[in-house]
């Protein structure tokens, strides 16, 4: 059951299997739907899929990662397969991203940029009811770098 909802959300996706591929796709989706660049660490992505009809997209690796956002001071983790539905500005039903708070890995459910602004980015939990937001450009490659 669980594989034929899986098989259903991608019917008729674009898919695209490869390191650099996936990495050069999902830097453009992002850049599309108006989301920092350096947001999902797309190292080692292996596949990654998107539904235009839906919105729905997802990435797979071999193995979950970590990284450290220097210039907010937050550690993130990447799980092997991660998915979500993209729409301007927005990722909703976020799976396979969290964000450790204190000693606590919080699932993050939703990234959104602030609508009035455009230069705030707002990170949900549904579950923990958590919502941060941290400045848009600690998000992109460039200063994620230095």
């Known amino acids: 059951m669980a594989l034929q909802l899986a098989s259903d959300l991608k019917d008729g996706a ?6 650099e591929m996936c990495k050069q796709k999902c830097m453009e989706l992002l850049e599309q739907v108006g989301l920092p660049t350096g947001l999902i660490l797309l190292d080692e992505v292996e596949e990654c899929g ?4 839906t919105g729905y997209v997802w990435l797979k690796r071999n193995k979950k990662i970590e990284h450290h956002f220097k210039t907010i001071g937050k550690l993130v983790q990447y799980g092997p397969e991660i998915s979500g539905y993209v729409e301007q500005q927005k990722m909703k039903k976020v799976s396979g991203v969290k964000s ?3 000693l606590v890995w919080i699932t993050i459910s939703e990234i959104a940029i602030d609508e009035k602004s455009n230069d705030k980015i707002y990170f949900k939990s ?5 919502r941060k937001s941290f400045p848009v450009d600690a998000f992109e490659i460039e200063n994620d770098k230095k």
């Open 100 to 102: 450790k708070e204190l």
């Open 50 to 53: 998107y539904v235009r009809e």
């Open 126 to 130: 549904a579950i923990a009811g958590i």
């Open 14 to 19: 674009e898919v695209y299997h490869g390191s």
